[in-house]
Nanobody
Framework: QVQLVESGGGLVQAGGSLRLSCAAS????????MGWFRQAPGKEREFVAR????????YYADSVKGRFTISRDNARNTVYLQMNSLKPEDTAVYYC???????????WGQGTQVTVSS
């Protein structure tokens, strides 16, 4: 079992920044990658960013490239999402997720709300 706990969400004005954290606990030794997703009201969950746990590769949705940065601290089993130049359309519940292999996501956090006011 793996538990993922997100934190760092909140209310911010457009143009501001937030840093989300996701701490993993439990059987995390077989983590392949970690990702961030988001879901806005009335919309489907969408991919935001992904990082390979044992390598340098990162991936981003086009909508956040150049504004968001995903990073990790392997020793702390924590993944971060630095969000800069936030826009009202970034408002959503943000979820972190874990992959054991390159296929699909196996574990999900409970989500943290990010609200960007105009």
């Amino acid at each position: 079992q793996v538990q993922l706990v997100e934190s760092g969400g909140g209310l911010v004005q457009a143009g501001g920044s937030l840093r989300l954290s996701c701490a993993a606990s439990g059987r995390t030794f077989n983590t392949y990658a970690m990702g961030w997703f988001r879901q806005a009201p009335g919309k489907e969950r969408e991919f935001v960013a992904r990082i390979i746990w044992s390598g340098p590769s990162t991936y981003y949705a086009d909508s956040v490239k150049g504004r968001f940065t995903i990073s990790r601290d392997n020793a702390r089993n924590t993944v971060y999402l630095q969000m800069n130049s936030l826009k009202p359309e970034d408002t959503a519940v943000y979820y972190c997720a874990r992959q054991r292999t390159a296929r699909g996501y196996d574990d999900w956090g409970q989500g943290t709300q990010v609200t960007v006011s105009s």
